[in-house]
């Protein structure tokens, strides 16, 4: 009786995470690495947008780099703040492991977090696909944007924004935008995958 009821005990007793680490994982750094690259790129496509307004991509690029940009300084700023509660230690698991998982995990790796950066990805998405369809318009006509009725839109925008290689630039820009984030949703989802398991199951994390 004495051993069934150890056995019972230690059933309902929560398991702990092993192989904690005081350094964040390579993927992690990684994560960081490609907010700064996003902000980079986003920053990028902002300056080049301004240049026609917008009009390229019916103002789509313009607002996708900016909120790209606020998510990339605050994703930044909350994941260096993570970096230096790791290092200093983490709390040990309680009687509640789902309130453990949550303290564990990097901010950028939680659920709103990643369903943000997949909204931003179908926004760089369609951002991608208007200026693409207007600059091959541009590159066939060598006339300059073209409106929807066909005709030459010279007019609407600065004189430079008609330039074809600085809109295949942008939409260079903006294809590498959409590689980062896709990447960095990925990385998210095995890093909450991978902590997951560290905290419910009592796996050895593997990063």
């Not at 990684?30 to 920053?43: A, I, N, V």
């Not at 600085?166 to 935008?177: R, Y």
């Amino acid at each position: 009786m004495d051993k069934e009821k150890q056995q019972i005990q230690k059933q309902s007793q929560p398991l702990v995470a092993t192989n904690i680490t005081e350094n964040p994982s390579a993927r992690a750094r990684q994560m960081l690495g490609c907010l700064y690259t996003s902000l980079l790129l986003s920053s990028g496509v902002l300056a080049l947008s301004m240049l026609h307004m917008g009009f390229l991509s019916l103002f789509m690029a313009p607002i996708a780099a900016f909120f790209t940009m606020i998510f990339s300084v605050t994703f930044i700023v909350f994941t260096h703040k993570d970096f230096n509660r790791r290092r200093q230690g983490l709390p040990k698991p309680g009687l509640d492991p789902g309130y453990d998982k949550h303290i564990w995990l990097l901010r950028i790796v939680r659920g709103p977090s990643i369903a943000t950066a997949l909204f931003l990805i179908s926004i760089w998405f369609v951002s991608f696909g208007i200026e693409a369809s207007v600059v091959s318009d541009m590159a066939l006509t060598n006339a300059g944007p073209v409106d929807f009725n066909g005709g030459i839109a010279r007019n609407a925008i600065p004189v430079m924004a008609t330039s074809t290689m600085m809109a295949s630039i942008e939409v260079g820009l903006m294809g590498l935008q959409i590689l980062v984030l896709v990447t960095l949703s990925l990385m998210s989802m095995n890093e909450r995958t991978a902590i997951t398991r560290q905290v419910w199951l009592g796996t050895a994390y593997k990063p």
